[in-house]
């Protein structure tokens, strides 16, 4: 059965495709905390990531061990071609819902 | 002890919740944003919590489905048992064998919905299985039931482990439920060996000791089913 991608996965993989090749757990919780003025629990970025990492939409890569981590690895994140299109689909039905609505500057058809 | 020190124990908590990886890569998370000592063990309680509710909630599922088997068990089974004059009869010995094996694997359709979700092809086959149990307890008083029943069971059980499209599937739902009735019949067996009251013949029921065997039965049975799923079917989860 195809995967439809909830507002938080949404937002995860929006903010891995912001930083690129450096989309590790940390970045991205600052990431949607600076986009969206909003915390996300620690437990939810990682169950999340969870998720999406078994359904194959992100791919995970270690870097290397840092003192400052305790001698542990960044694990980097990276959408997958299918993640990416599953995205795209999302978005567009956003924009679909989106269209003839001006809702950013207060005012509706 | 500072943060740097408690992190070997956080890891080691969170192995137990999530694969290796994933708990290095939380904690190095933590230590990375220099969380104080409290923040450091709040946020690991958190992450915990959130790995493991699914498991706690399939526990209490788990828990519920027993009704579901004893339900239908009292109401169709129990009237037809002559209470004037008390006598076994051998249907009567497999009601209860059914009921037995239905309550096992109710538990693990109750673990297999929290976890996996109703879409599951796990959680379908538990399920089934289940259901054809709880049938076959409460007809069993009809003649020769037990006999064509077992022989149909055995028969239907054997043709889906011969087979290799279903093989892997049975075994994740056997393995589990053999290991919470193992589990489940170690307990009782230890309270007969220790004199303590499991059931209510007799002697008032031990309600302590009856809710640590039912929890340390559903969390071998957890514990089987999360390390068995991904080595028999692949890593999938529901939504």
Redo the contacts between chains.
């Keep these: 059965?195809k995967?439809?991608l909830?507002e938080l996965e949404q937002t995860i993989l929006l903010a891995v495709l912001r930083l690129g090749d450096q989309a590790?757990?940390?970045s991205i919780r600052r990431e949607i905390a600076l986009c969206t003025r909003r915390e996300i629990?620690?437990?939810?970025l990682?169950?999340t990531l969870?998720?999406l990492e078994?359904?194959a939409i992100v791919v995970?890569r270690?870097g290397d061990p840092?003192h400052?981590?305790?001698g542990?690895?960044?694990?980097f994140y990276k959408l997958t071609r299918e993640g990416h299109a599953l995205l795209v689909e999302a978005q567009c039905s956003f924009r679909n819902l989106m269209a003839g609505l001006d809702l950013l500057n207060g005012t509706t058809r | 002890m500072n943060t740097?020190h408690k992190?070997p124990i956080a890891e080691w908590l969170l192995t137990h919740v999530?694969t290796s990886?994933?708990a290095?890569?939380?904690?190095?998370?933590?230590?990375?944003?220099k969380t104080s000592l409290i923040q450091f063990w709040l946020?690991i309680a958190?992450?915990l919590?959130?790995?493991t509710w699914r498991w706690i909630f399939g526990a209490l599922l788990a828990g519920l489905s027993g009704f579901v088997v004893l339900a239908p068990y009292s109401l169709l089974i129990k009237p037809r048992w002559n209470l004037t004059h008390p006598h076994y009869e051998p249907w009567m010995l497999w009601a209860i064998y059914f009921a037995a094996a239905a309550l096992c694997f109710g538990t693990n359709t109750g673990l297999a919905v929290s976890r996996y979700g109703f879409?599951d092809r796990l959680t379908w086959m538990s399920a089934a299985i289940w259901a054809i149990l709880i049938a076959c307890s409460c007809c069993a008083w009809m003649p020769h039931e037990p006999n064509v029943v077992a022989v149909l069971l055995t028969a239907g059980l054997a043709a889906l482990l011969l087979s290799s499209t279903t093989r892997r599937l049975v075994l994740c739902v056997l393995a589990p439920t053999a290991a919470y009735a193992a589990t489940y019949a170690l307990f009782i067996l230890l309270s007969r060996r220790t004199s303590i009251p499991y059931t209510s013949a007799g002697a008032p029921a031990n309600v302590i000791f009856g809710i640590v065997t039912f929890l340390t039965s559903i969390v071998i049975e957890a514990i089987v089913l999360a390390r068995l799923r991904p080595v028999l079917l692949g890593?999938?989860?529901s939504?």
Excluded at chain 2, 24 to 33: C, H, K, N
């Design positions: 059965m995967h439809t909830g590790y757990g940390v629990a620690p437990g939810a990682y169950t969870d998720r078994q359904k995970a270690d840092t400052e981590r305790g542990r690895a960044k694990r | 740097m992190a999530s990886q994933r290095s890569e939380v904690v190095g998370d933590l230590l990375e944003q946020t958190r992450i919590v959130a790995l879409r890593q999938t989860v939504g």
